[in-house]
Structure formats: C-alpha cells, structure tokens
C-alpha cells in the first residue's frame, strides 16, 4: 500500500460543445429507417402494400409465427425507458433520456446487427407504463427496458414478462449483473479468493445493485457476505426507513450501519450508485487486493486514480471506455438479445444470464489474438489486473456471448426455434461483424498508446482548430497549427475553443526552421526548374509545403491537410515534398460504409487513367491496406463488362491487370474483370461459378479514377454511404489529405490514420 501517488487528472476527452455538435450534424439524433425491399415500381409497391402484403397478412393470421419469416419482428428489439433513471444522472423525464435510448439502438446495431429502436414513454406511474408496453409485443422480438428506477422497474419487468411472449429484458438489471459477475469471478480468480467467502459491499440497492447481488448469490456467493447500502447506508434486518421488499429480500444481520463500516475488511466493493460515493479512507480500510468496480455512469463512484492513490494492490474496473477494465452493460446486451433473437427465445432466463456471464469470463481467461491485441491499452493483454474482462470492441464477443445464450435458451426449453448447428450459428454471427468501426477504435487506442504530433496545414481554419483541440483532448497528441498566430487565436476565439496545452501554433513566416525547409527544397527541386528564392517562398508562404517539410526534416509525425484546397493540388504540393515509399505505388483508397457493410475503393485519387500494370499496382496496395484494417481481402477488378462481355479497350485493360496479378502469384483473393453487381451481390456472382472470390468483395478496384471517384460520391449522396477518405496509401511519411467539404470529426480520423501510418 501506498499514500505516496497524487491522483492524475482526467481529462474529458471532449468538450460539452462536441458532444452537442455531435448528436446535431446532419440528421438530427443518431438513427433513421430505411427500407430494405426496392419500392421502385408499381409492382414493387403492390407487393409491398396493397395487395400483396394481404398474402403474408394471411399466412401470419393463420400461423403467427410466420412472422419472424414475413417481418421485421425476429430482429427487432424496442429500447424502451420513462428516463426515471438516466444512467447516474437521476429522474430527468423521458424525453431527456433519448439520447441514451437512440445510443442504445444504435449499439444493437453496430455490435450485433440488431435492428432497434427507441420508446420513451411519459409516466412515472408503473401500471401506466406497463400498459403502454404490454400490448407492443407483435411489433418486436424482444423489450430491452433500460434507464427505469426502482423498485418501479421490479414491478414493471416482472408484469411485463408474465404479460409478454418474447424476452423482456431490463439491461440495468440484468445486463450490469451480468458484466459485473463475469467481471468479479474473474477477480476472484486472480486474488486466489474462493466465492464462498468473499465478502462483497454493493452500494446502490436500485436496480442494477439489486440485480448483482441476485446474480452472484445464485452463483454461489454466500448470502451472509453480501452486504447492500443505499443513501441510509447499510440494509439491514429491522431497518424501516427507505426500505421496499426488493432491499428487505437482501436485508442482513449485522451491526454494521454506514458504507464506512460496511467496507471495513471488504474484499469487493461493487458501485452502482453515484458519483464519489466511495472515499479514499473507505478504500485504504479494505481486505488486502481490494476489488473495487465503480459503476456509476458517467462518473464512477471514485476514479482509478483516486482509488490506486491509496491502494496500489486494488484491483479496478469502471463504467467507462477511457480507464482499463469496462464494466459496462455494453458488453452484454447486444449479444444476450442476439442469441435470444435467433432462437426465438420466449424469455431471457437465469441460466441463460450465467452462460452469457461464464463465456464473457473465459473469453477474458484467452490468449489474445492478434486481430483483437491491438483494441487494448498498453501491450498485447493478457489476463490479469488490467484485464479482467474484453473491451467493447473485442470481435470475438459476437460469436462467444450469442452461441452460449442460444444454448441455454435450448438447454432450458425456451427457444422456440432450435439451432442445430452451433458452429454453422458461430459462422453465421461472425459475418454479422463489421471490422471497420472496431478498426477505427483501434487506431484511436493504438495512437493513444504512442502518441504523434500531427501538423494540420490549415491552422487558421474553424474546423481544423476544433479537430485540433479534440486530437489533444483525446489524448491523442500534440497538434501542431500552422498559420499566423493572431489569426489562430482569432479564429479559435470565434470557435469557442481553448487553445490548450499541446496544441502549438507554427508561423511559416518567423519560425526558425523555414530556412532549413527552404534549404531541404531547393536541394530536391534545384534540377525541376525551381531556384533558391522559389524555395524560401514555398517555406515561407505556402502551408502545405511547410507542414510537409516539418513532416520530412522529423519535426512532426503526420500531416493532415485538404480544407481549402483542391485534393489533387494539396496532393502535387506533398508530393514535391515527399517521396513515394520504395517498391509502392501511391494511390487513394476510400471506405465506403452503407448499410452495415464496408466496402474499400481504389484509386480514388491518384491515378487518372491507369494501365493494366497500375491497376495491378493498386489492387496491391489497397489488399494490403485491407489486411492491415482487419480484412481478408476479396479484391474485385471492375469494369463495365464481366467476364468478357461486353468487349473493349478498357475492359481489356482491366484483364491484363489480373493476369499481371496472375504472375506475381499475389496472396490475396481477387478476380475480374466484373461489374459492380457481380462483386457485390451474391446472387449475381453465383452465374460465374468459376468467379475466384469466396463471396463478395470488400476490395473494389476501379478501372479508373473517374468511376472511382463519381462512385463513391454518388454512394454518399445517394445512398447515404457514409465515406471515409480517400486515404492517402503509399507515400514515405504518413500525411492525409481530407476532402474540401471535410468536418472537424473526418479531420479528426484522418490525424489518426495519418498518426497511425495507416498508409505506410
Ligand atoms: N456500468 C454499468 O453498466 C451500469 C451502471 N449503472 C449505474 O448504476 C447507478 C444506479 O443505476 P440504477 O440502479 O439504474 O438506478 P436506480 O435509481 O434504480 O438506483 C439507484 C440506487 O443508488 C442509490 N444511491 C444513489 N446515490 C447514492 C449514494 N451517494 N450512496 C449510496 N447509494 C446511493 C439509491 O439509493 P436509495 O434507494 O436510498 O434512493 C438507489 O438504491 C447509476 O450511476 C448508473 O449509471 C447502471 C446500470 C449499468
Ligand atoms: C450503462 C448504463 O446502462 C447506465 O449507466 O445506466
Ligand atoms: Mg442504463
């Protein structure tokens, strides 16, 4: 034990202004309905409506569980909250918590392809709400109620779930219960405790403490060593105030008053009440290798810090992203309604919360991957302190958490749509995982860990300066602004942000290096029509070819430019700078996002026209920028033609690429030339059985720039792709350019995949 440590200070890693920003881009909120069947034509639509849907109106009538074949409902869960209890914010109505309920739906969906969405309904009172619910069980395949208080939450769940015919599920409750039992048996584990004599303190007696002490108690903690405090402190028998049956159900024999007493000689504090609710006086006087989990969103009961401070033998988790060890509900409530969902589970029951808490433990116990060793903080994670339990971006909890929820649903004869195959089903959930968004996560960790000064071009500009500001406050960097510092602080005045610690302003003009850049240029340019004075002009005045000298002569890490000039023009004025990486090929690949499926784009900006030798070149590069992204590359050559037909000059061009590719006996997948249709619809690639790729591909070679370009653009604006780049692949040193319209979030991700050397 130590006194010694002063608690680190943590720093936001937004500001309120973003978080508002954020939730008010574009569309307003974070979710939208899109149809998943064309409604193009006048048949589209008489078989969409009236008539046709009278068929499966029929059919569904006649035999109701058709409707899991004939709509939406088998993949559709309703977040529903009266937002009583918003995270650890308290009883502020429902609609104030739709941000979190919208949040919710949206991790159903980008974690385990649930489809959701969100209900907030207006009453406090238990019998109302429950009436509001009771009849909205035909719409969906499960009710995940979330952010409701108790003891009301108790009544409403339970009614619910005598009501309802499909999992009622409230994710405080059980979700937490889950996360935390995996969590502490993991702890239990690695302090030698037996859970026999574990003594466990939970302070909160709502609804996410009461559920964790029923969980562990049914997985074998003695009741006696489980002691429950509230705002009156400890709850026990005889005690009258502030009780209800839920809090008397655990109330205990003790003398023990206060959570002061109740922790003395502790071995596990569980949190699940509000901000700095435990001190660094009740943690000293806890067993030796306290483990302390302080679940409290969005601020945990104390911070690591604090708690480390003063104990350097705890073991901690919290509620949140930024601090190793995340015991949030995250982790469980996507895959338990994904495994409920695809049985057809009529309830989410105790065996099936145990099994999904047991495989969240033992997949903590695993040897990393490599795929995953990446998502952690600090090196490759091992079992251990700072590691008890996966992070949220883990991609192995899809095809763990589901599988053992499926089986249990089974095992205990509440599926009503039996899985015969698991390992077809474990298949079958990994192709639901997108690696990008885990990807993107795992470069922030990866910069984190080792951070970069990046140097934005454009110092001047709003949208830079606030991308700026976020880079540092996420703990990602210094960020170097190149501009004139009365016009930096002008413009970050106007922004409202703070020109903070490790965020520098550089004056092309005055700085002491300009010299030595213009010196480093001239020694390049001298023989391509460029003298002395030409030089100190490009250092001196031109930002690109500062930033970029800065990025050459070792003074920054990475660069990111593009704001306010064209692409191509930002591109020459790099590459005067930069050289293109021996043996690679420089060219612009863009991540294209629709519809949960990623697709990567290539060349979208570098080469005009290329040959068939290019073309090769840049399937090359783009497969290997795949690899490094989490992909098996499937990389599809496309042309107007497939296979041959129809005939022409480019489209030849197109083949003569996949024979160089051929010859060099590459180690990726890649065939052409195809359409686009062929490469990205099974279907359609199902009439060329001799097609190479093993499904669809996710590496798209155009034939060239313009289909490149106009493609991606046309999938961003029309449907509604969401595009990442291009990205800037091949060049010596890491820079990226972002395209003219760019907002501070894509100058944000395109500092770290610069920092990251994503391109390198
Ligand atoms: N990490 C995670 O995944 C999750 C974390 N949580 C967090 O747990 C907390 C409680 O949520 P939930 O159970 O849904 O809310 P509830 O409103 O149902 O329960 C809150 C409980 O906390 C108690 N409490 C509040 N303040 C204190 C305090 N200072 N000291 C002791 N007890 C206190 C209340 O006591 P009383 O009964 O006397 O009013 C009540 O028993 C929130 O901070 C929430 O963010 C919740 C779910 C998931
Ligand atoms: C995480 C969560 O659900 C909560 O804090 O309420
Ligand atoms: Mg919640």
């Not at 969405?117 to 406090?124: A, H, R």
């Not at 089974?410 to 298949?427: C, F, H, N, Q, S």
């Not at 170097?480 to 510092?485: D, K, N, Q, S, T």
Request: negative net charge.
């Amino acid at each position: 034990m130590s006194d010694k440590k002063p608690p680190r200070q943590v720093r936001p890693s937004f500001t309120d202004q973003e978080a508002l920003a954020f939730h008010s881009q574009g569309k307003p909120g974070k979710l939208e309905v899109n149809p998943t069947k064309p409604m193009a034509t006048q048949r589209d639509l008489s078989l969409a409506y009236s008539p046709g849907v009278a068929v499966p109106v029929r059919a569904i009538a006649e035999n109701p569980a058709l409707a899991y074949t004939y709509t939406t409902k088998g993949n559709m869960v309703a977040v529903i909250s009266n937002g009583t209890a918003i995270l650890g914010l308290g009883d502020l109505g429902a609609l104030a918590s739709k941000p979190v309920m919208e949040g919710k739906s949206v991790l159903f969906k980008r974690f385990a392809d649930v489809d959701s969405i969100d209900l907030e309904v207006d009453t406090k009172d238990a019998d109302a709400f429950i009436n509001a619910v009771r009849y909205l069980g035909p719409s969906f395949g499960g009710i995940n109620l979330e952010d409701i208080k108790a003891p009301e939450c108790f009544i409403i769940e339970q009614r619910l779930k005598e009501l309802m015919d499909i999992p009622v599920f409230h994710d405080d409750q059980h979700g937490t219960a889950i996360i935390a039992a995996a969590g502490l048996f993991n702890c239990l584990k690695l302090t030698d405790r037996s859970i026999t004599d574990t003594k466990l303190v939970v302070n909160g007696a709502g609804a996410a403490g009461i559920a964790c002490v029923e969980l562990v108690k049914a997985m074998g903690f003695a009741p006696d060593n489980v002691l429950l405090c509230d705002t009156k402190g400890v709850v026990y028998q005889g005690r009258t105030e502030g009780m209800n049956q839920w809090k008397s159900a655990h109330a205990a024999v003790t003398d023990k008053r206060t959570l002061a007493d109740a922790l003395q000689g502790a071995d596990v504090f569980f949190g699940l009440s509000a901000k700095g609710a435990l001190t660094a006086d009740m943690v000293r006087s806890m067993a030796p290798n306290p483990v302390i989990f302080a679940m409290a969103n969005p601020d945990p009961e104390i911070t690591p810090d604090e708690a480390h401070a003063v104990r350097d033998d705890a073991i901690i988790a919290t509620g949140r992203s930024d601090y190793p060890n995340q015991v949030n509900n995250v982790l469980g409530f996507p895959y338990i309604f994904r495994g409920a969902l695809d049985v057809h589970a009529t309830s989410i029951n105790m065996e099936m919360k145990v099994a999904a808490a047991q495989a969240l433990a033992e997949l903590a116990q695993e040897d990393v991957p490599d795929e995953v060793a990446t998502a952690y903080q600090g090196a490759r994670p091992r079992f251990g302190r700072e590691y008890i339990i996966p992070a949220p971006f883990d991609p192995r909890l899809i095809t763990r958490i589901p599988v053992a929820v499926a089986k249990a649903a089974m095992e205990t004869g509440v599926a009503r749509k039996p899985i015969a195959d698991l390992e077809a089903y474990r298949a079958q959930l990994s192709a639901r995982r997108d690696p990008v968004a885990g990807t993107l996560a795992r470069l922030f960790d990866k910069v984190r860990r080792s951070p970069k000064r990046v140097v934005f071009a454009e110092g001047e500009e709003e949208a830079v300066i606030r991308a700026a500001a976020s880079f540092v406050n996420q703990g990602l960097g210094t960020a170097i602004l190149v501009g004139r510092e009365d016009r930096v602080e002008a413009a970050a005045a106007f922004a409202g942000v703070e020109l903070r610690e490790g965020m520098q302003i550089q004056n092309a003009r005055i700085s002491p290096r300009t010299n030595a850049y213009a010196q480093y240029l001239y020694d390049r340019l001298q023989r391509h029509g460029y003298l002395m004075r030409d030089c100190i002009r490009l250092a001196s005045v031109d930002r690109n070819h500062f930033a970029a000298c800065m990025v050459a002569m070792g003074d920054a890490d990475a660069m990111v430019t593009g704001l306010t000039r064209n692409y191509s023009i930002a591109l020459e004025d790099v590459r005067r700078v930069i050289n293109d990486k021996p043996g690679h090929c420089v060219i612009g690949l863009s991540i294209a996002i629709a519809r949960g499926r990623t697709v990567l784009v290539a060349d979208t900006a570098v080469h005009d026209m290329p040959t068939s030798e290019q073309l090769a070149a840049i399937a090359i590069e783009a497969a290997s920028v795949a690899k490094r992204l989490g992909y098996e590359p499937r990389v599809a050559m496309l042309a107007y033609s497939t296979f041959g037909h129809p005939e022409g000059e480019r489209a030849e061009r197109v083949r003569d690429a996949v024979r160089i590719l051929d010859k060099q006996r590459v180690d990726f997948e890649y065939d052409g030339e195809m359409g686009a249709d062929v490469a990205l619809n099974r279907d359609a690639m199902a009439l060329y059985p001799f097609c190479r790729l093993s499904g669809p591909a996710n590496v798209l070679v155009m034939p060239a720039f313009h289909s490149a370009s106009i493609s991606t653009k046309m999938l961003q604006e029309l449907g509604g792709a969401t595009v990442i780049g291009p990205m800037l692949v091949g060049l010596d040193k890491p820079v990226q350019i972002v395209p003219l319209a760019a907002k501070d979030s894509d100058l944000v991700n395109m500092a770290v995949l610069a920092a990251a050397n994503i391109g390198g």
